[in-house]
């Protein structure tokens, strides 16, 4: 391999200088004259049908625009792919946060004094909240599916029951993964602008293309007369993959003519959004007596709150993703999406892979303890191996698991410690695996495309469909640019999601920036190069010359014959101001999964290593000490933007896995509508973190890249609570694992160790 | 030649509704947060050493951010390619109206108080202010040519002597062609940012990458950290090639780190811009007893004012254009181009070529009359013709001058109304021919090159560097795109000039978009189709097919397919996305001009007949009836817009040969700052105007296309002289000629009659 220059190297984010000094624009730093504001009503009750809606008081307030209702939404039952949804809630609602009445106005205050002035008359109507109530099958309306059951999956592969018979061990368990809330800081915010036939929307989203689709089948205008415009992003973490703030500001902007700004509070994120799928998950896993898996059986509950959003494919990645870590002989797996009156959910970092890792990490480790064998040598037996197709068609094209393990057991020094075990110390570990470049949004889509612009006055311009959300993927584009032409990163400009100027793309997801579009940058840097070097020897009579450190040289004589600045200028003015435009595809040789989720969706798949360390006082007051979390993500592309993401993934997995709680009440109500209420980690609750790599170099990858924007989220919660069970004896089967939530168990367990006395 | 369905047509224009409905974005309308105003100190006399400039006051007032002065600006000498101007003055000021000082404040209202505190103590100079001062040579200092001389030419070709000592006739007089303002009704207006290196200036231009080099020499950053952002004009006329508004306004951000808009007043118009070349021109023909002409003399003193700006171009074409109408054996020309205390003088509309007009075609007149012929009769019997070489090398690919004339005639009905002659009444006509798509800007750059994108979701995108500046070129273009794809034209979205989107132009000038730009998106549209169809044929199946009507046609069966919009996003997603991006590059077979100018600057060139009929009062009131204008410019793209370009040129010509007047007087001040003072034509003052066509079909232009934005304005002047020399006898050499001119040398005439009697 060639010697890189920038690739692997500490470069510092592109964006940074404009977030530091505050220059970034976020959606809600637009001003546009005479602007509009827009708010909206939301349900107040979990279920109910609406019996009178009057919103007369509310039109004749002095400032009031426009109040639209569902009947004014020509497309209101177009939201969504799924078909069970609505933009504005019409005879009935169906969650608390579900949107009634949307009201534009001079100001923010003029607009929500509107909105207490609409009246509403409810009828109550059952409500179901817990997926118990929702598997007796309590009838929720517009859910033309029996039984609440939105989606059902059932899969076997291999002899599940010969399997097991066959098994020495057999080791089972419930577990719960609850409803979480992504909590990115910059709240959802969106201004249109409707002129001239045009609409003009400026949001923040991961998916520019699929909002503007979702725009065209609302307002019913054509895509081509539809601009989404892309705004720097305060975090996304999968929340802003389906988003109604964009559709509520076109909707407001189109019936006032006026410019509309709809920006959440922070109640309305959390009454409005999607937040991750609960689960309930039941697990068995079969072996035999030296620790090697045979077969694993898997009953999943999914809580897709009042419609589907993208909860059914969360769904599906849940059910089969964690079976790439482990060479399982037979796997059976049934999982029910099931409707509850509360919030839709949806993607979360991991997209369900995080819910389904926390039973199988946890419960393997109790195998280990059942077996007598470490646990990191169960693991070890039973890893996936480079090469290996997956029981679900998975191609692993390359894996460094072994690696992982042996290098986070010297950074943890993992055998030490378990050999000397210290009272009150605890010590967990976790695999974790993931796809990078996964297939999602258009089925007969998995690529993406990249364009590359170089202007005669030497200005790289990199145009491209996905976003920067903060997870620094324009800095790894520069990056490359940087690398194939000798230049630095900070002068390759990066334009991500404007999507009358970008190629289409089917968003930002599935961890596969640096992979998928990395690859296809990567052609458009060659197709450029070519271009250049054509014209500098066709027309400009050079010779064959290639581009190096930003120069142009001779092949023949290796001489220096100019700066690449001047060869463009020349190149592009004898072609009477030609750019060059490269364009890059990438196609990944993947598979679309059959019915029964079987293929190889993904070109690559990172894997992982977490372990957490835990000091724990007798009564069952925890802390978490440090967290080694080791990655197999191919060639690092930045590897302090790499630590940044397993920092950032690590950080948000100590939240939820000890303190987050969205805590949904009996009345549909998430209990926690604050920042301070849901309890997002703080500096005071991080452990030390020590994240490192393995490099393997997938094929697939630019440079060897995998991917890492999910991973570190995904193993902490059972590192952490097989950590909890090594230091205290006791297994903790539901998130979070409040210190309030162990005490309880180590004084029922001492109570009952005392009457067995 | 192939049906034609949008060409040709009288399509409306793109930008009719935006404009209508107060939706355009001018510069002026642009508002930025925190932005700064500025404002400039300008020089109150002509000449003059600086011997104490003082801003303390100025930057002491509450509100001022900065105060400028010629040692703040670090390349304050590298304005301009001539090398002999600042762009604040530095020891010595040389017109009124040179800019010693720049302030930014936070209002429009302080900032011009600011203006006022500056204390400027002058040492006045020497003045030379009228053409016959600056030939005797008063020395102006930062003048280092001898004699006040900024340019000479002197061209010979064939005998001249020969061929005036052959002569039968001969004929020569002295005319004077004033400075004239270009009167655009925006005035100049920019907005710069400078923020993290990278300074963005919003601002109208003809040449908006020559603004960025031009910012990109006096700041010191390099071009690739500007960008110019377009905005609508509200014309440009030549004016907008040269301007200093967007570089203060760069200077003033730069300085204070804020956003800063920089508007002219009409007063600061009228002070700092550049208005046209003034000249005296002394010209001889010589010619046989028939009236065929043998050979040209002339002589002119061009005022260039206080620097060279594009006088010197302007003088070339004035020398030399004019003499393609016609074929002389021998034609000798001597310019001399001199600096006066004055604004600097540049381009308008026609750029030099009006100038020469009006005293060949009136000295035309003279000579048709001395030999009894017919002023009609004379010119067809000279008419340069099809296929032609000029004297000068311009390569004559279509010239329609024949037809011209027959039609005007007609349209006149010339020969009855001379024939029956009334008194009072008064006809003329002149001859017109200037270039389409002459080579201006870079030398090695004659060409044009189009960008189109088309999107997966066709939407059409066109992307050049030239401008709209009310002349219609981007509904031409749209046109084009239309007529090629089989849609409508309302479809096509066309951006012209942000420089960091589209490829490098030299600019908006030469009459060059229709056929120079438009054959280069011509190419650009091939190269999408051939794009598209390829993809059809060979990821999606189809077989060979084309385009036609908005629809997929099978070649084989003719069978329809599909519609455009479903072909390209079955196209795009098959890969991955990728936007269809055609690169359409025209370069003109044009020989850039010898040291004496010969050579073919230009591919095509228009040709024209004006006439004029004009009713006169005895006491020598007049007003002109009628303007005939028909103009041979090839094929006609847009009837509606062509004929708008005549209204338009037509009307300006009108004011300045009978109205308007700058009136430079002895203190070097225009006296006429006002549009009341200068007077531009109103309706009121409009003649019935008729325009027509001849519609050679060029060789060179896109559908046979020629040019017509500048020539209308071209030879109005002669027109209307000849036609009151027509009805009165007495000619007028000096413009504007005013009833009130006319008048006195009507007075002049009866008196001498009277003596001689």
Redesign the interface.
């Known amino acids: 391999m060639k010697k890189l220059n920038v690739i692997g190297k500490r470069v510092r984010r592109i964006d940074a200088?404009?977030k530091v000094?505050g220059?970034a624009v976020y959606s809600d730093d637009l001003?546009l004259?005479h602007m509009l504001y827009g708010k909206a009503l939301h349900s107040a009750l979990p279920h109910a049908r609406i019996l009178k809606l009057d919103i007369e008081k509310a039109k004749a307030l002095s400032g009031v625009c426009v109040v639209l209702t569902a009947k004014d939404v020509i497309n209101n039952d177009k939201y969504h792919r799924t078909g069970d949804t609505w933009v504005l809630a019409e005879d009935e609602v169906r969650y608390v946060g579900d949107i009634i009445a949307i009201v534009a106005a001079e100001s923010e205050k003029i607009a929500e004094h509107a909105i207490n002035l609409i009246e509403v008359e409810y009828e109550p109507l059952p409500v179901v909240i817990s997926l118990e109530d929702a598997v007796k099958g309590i009838k929720l309306t517009r859910c033309d599916k029996p039984d609440n059951i939105a989606m059902p999956i059932q899969v076997t592969r291999g002899d599940v029951d010969t399997d097991f018979e066959k098994a020495d061990t057999v080791v089972s368990g419930k577990y719960i993964f609850p409803c979480l809330h992504q909590v990115h800081l910059e709240t959802n915010s969106a201004t249109a602008v409707y002129?001239?036939g045009q609409l003009v929307v400026y949001c923040g989203s991961q998916v520019w293309f699929r909002t503007?689709h979702e725009l065209s089948k609302i307002t019913g205008l054509?895509?081509?007369n539809i601009i989404v415009k892309a705004m720097v992003m305060g975090g996304a973490f999968g929340a802003r993959n389906e988003q109604i703030v964009p559709i509520l500001s076109a909707l407001l902007t189109m019936a006032t003519k006026m410019p509309v700004k709809f920006t959440n509070s922070r109640l309305e994120e959390f009454l409005t959004t999607r937040p991750s799928v609960g689960m309930e998950i039941e697990l068995t896993i079969a072996a035999d007596k030296k620790g090697k898996f045979l077969s694993k059986k898997s009953r999943l509950l999914t809580d897709f709150g009042a419609f589907t959003s993208d909860s059914d494919a969360v769904t599906a990645i849940a059910s089969l993703r964690s079976d790439i870590n482990y060479r399982f002989n037979s796997v059976f797996v049934e999982a029910t999406g099931l409707y509850t009156n509360h919030a839709p959910t949806s993607a979360y970092r991991g997209f369900g892979n995080q819910q389904m890792h926390f039973p199988l990490e946890s419960l393997i480790d109790e195998l280990a303890d059942k077996l007598n064998l470490d646990p990191t040598e169960i693991r070890l037996k039973n890893f996936t191996q480079p090469n290996d197709i997956s029981i679900h068609g998975n191609a692993i094209s390359s894996c460094g698991l072994n690696e992982c393990m042996e290098k986070a057991k010297k950074l943890m020094n993992w055998d030490k410690k378990r050999k000397n075990k210290v009272p009150g110390k605890g010590l967990g570990v976790a695999t974790l695996v993931h796809a990078s470049s996964s297939r999602a949004g258009?089925p007969?889509?998995?690529?993406?495309?990249s364009?590359l612009r170089l202007?005669?006055?030497?200005?790289f311009?990199v145009l491209i469909?996905e976003c920067e959300m903060g997870q620094g993927a324009s800095t790894v584009m520069a990056q490359i640019v940087a690398e194939e032409f000798g230049i630095c990163p900070s002068?390759v400009?990066v334009i991500m999601g404007d999507t009358?100027?970008v190629?289409?793309?089917?968003g930002t997801h599935g961890t596969k920036l640096t992979t998928n579009l990395g690859n296809?940058l990567l052609f458009a840097c060659k197709d450029v190069k070519e271009q250049l070097t054509k014209c500098l020897r066709e027309r400009l009579g050079t010779g064959p010359v290639e581009i190096k450190d930003g120069q142009i040289i001779s092949t023949n004589t290796q001489k220096n014959l100019m700066p690449l600045s001047e060869a463009v200028k020349q190149a592009?003015?004898?072609?009477?101001?030609?750019?060059f435009?490269g364009?890059g595809?990438?196609?990944p040789k993947t598979v679309m999964g059959d019915r029964t989720g079987y293929g190889n969706i993904a070109p690559t798949y990172p894997f992982g290593i977490q372990m957490a360390e835990i000091t724990m006082q007798e009564d069952g007051d925890f802390i978490i000490d440090k967290i080694v979390s080791v990655h197999d993500i191919g060639k690092v592309i930045n590897h302090d933007m790499a630590l940044g993401q397993i920092y950032g993934g690590v950080m948000q997995a100590v939240g939820f896995t000890t303190l987050e709680n969205l805590s949904i009440n009996q009345e549909g109500i998430f209990q926690a509508n604050t920042l301070l209420e849901y309890k997002p980690p703080t500096i005071l609750e991080m452990p030390e973190i020590i994240g490192d790599f393995v490099e393997t170099i997938d094929p697939y990858g630019p440079y060897g890249a995998k991917g890492i924007g999910e991973p570190p989220i995904i193993s902490v919660a059972p590192a952490v609570a097989n950590a909890i069970f090594n230091a205290c004896g006791i297994r903790y089967d539901d998130i979070p694992i409040t210190p309030m939530k162990v005490r309880k168990k180590i004084l029922e367990k001492k109570k009952n160790e005392k009457q067995s006395v």
Do not use: H, M, Q
Not at 444 to 449: D, N, R
Not at 572 to 579: I, K, L, V
């Open positions: 200088l404009a000094l220059k001003v004259p002129e001239l503007r054509k895509e081509e258009e007969e889509f998995a690529g993406s495309c364009e202007e005669s006055n030497r200005k311009t469909g002068d400009t009358d100027l190629p289409f793309s089917t296809s592009s003015y004898a072609n009477s101001g030609r750019p435009i364009l595809i990438f196609e």
